[in-house]
């Protein structure tokens, strides 16, 4: 059974920085992508930003040069730091994983910006 608990979210002033984190228990091995997505009432998740076991990384262009992805694979744990956030990084942020065909998401943390 594989579970994702993030924690790291909450309130911050625009241009301020947050760094979030996600735990996967379970049995993880081979080929898998790890990382976030975020969500706004009414809108589609996006994809803020991943990473794959390899390394190789994917981030939304919203968020190139602010955001950082980071991953240590012998502890599952994947993080993001959040710089110079902006009002519209408002949202709820979900961990993902992509592993034997299936995804899997974390219970989501939310992310506040204020202006």
């Known amino acids: 059974q594989v579970h994702l608990v993030e924690s790291g979210g909450g309130l911050v002033q625009a241009g301020g920085s947050l760094r979030l984190s996600c735990a996967v228990s379970?049995?993880?091995?081979?080929?898998?992508?790890m990382g976030w997505y975020r969500q706004v009432p009414e809108k589609q998740r996006e994809l803020v930003a991943v990473?794959?076991?390899?390394?190789?990384?994917n981030y939304a262009e919203s968020v190139k040069g602010r955001f950082a992805i980071s991953r240590d694979n012998a502890k599952n744990t994947v993080s993001l730091q959040m710089s110079s956030l902006k009002p519209e990084d408002t949202a709820v942020y979900y961990c993902?994983?992509?592993?034997?065909?299936?995804?899997?998401w974390g219970q989501g943390t939310q992310v506040t910006v204020s202006s």
């Open positions: 993902y994983l992509h592993f034997a065909f299936q995804d899997y």
């Open positions: 379970g049995s993880i091995f081979g080929l898998n992508i």
């Open positions: 990473m794959g076991d390899s390394g190789s990384t």
